[in-house]
């Protein structure tokens, strides 16, 4: 079992920055590939940004350019860049794992908002 802990939101003027990071404990186990999803106000969540096993990134048309995903394999934490935020990116983000055998691993999710 992997447990996920999401941290880093909070409320952002647009034009500013946020990092996500998604902290990953316990068992140790195979990991195909990290994303990271987002789910806004009365909306389906939807994919942001994948970072795979050998390091290849994808990331959504409309945050591309903006965010970075990117991670740290010694603390096993995942992160998410986030610049020049707008206030369609407003939303609660999610952290998502996909084990070597298709388990998905999700955390609670962080609150991100952008407003003036």
């Known amino acids: 079992q992997v447990q996920l802990v999401e941290s880093g939101g909070g409320l952002v003027q647009p034009g500013g920055s946020l990092r996500l990071s998604c902290a990953a404990s316990?068992?140790?186990?195979?990991?195909?590939?990290m994303s990271w999803y987002r789910q806004p106000p009365g909306k389906k969540r939807e994919l942001v940004a994948t970072?795979?096993?050998?390091?290849?990134?994808n990331y959504a048309d409309s945050v591309k350019g903006r965010f970075t995903i990117s991670r740290d394999n010694a603390k096993n934490i995942l992160y998410l860049q986030m610049n020049s935020l707008k206030p369609e990116d407003a939303a609660v983000y999610y952290c998502?794992?996909?084990?070597?055998?298709?388990?998905?691993?999700w955390g609670q999710g962080t609150q991100v908002t952008v407003s003036s």
């Open positions: 970072i795979t096993s050998n390091v290849g990134t």
């Open positions: 316990g068992n140790s186990i195979s990991i195909k590939a």
């Open positions: 998502n794992y996909v084990s070597g055998w298709g388990t998905q691993y």
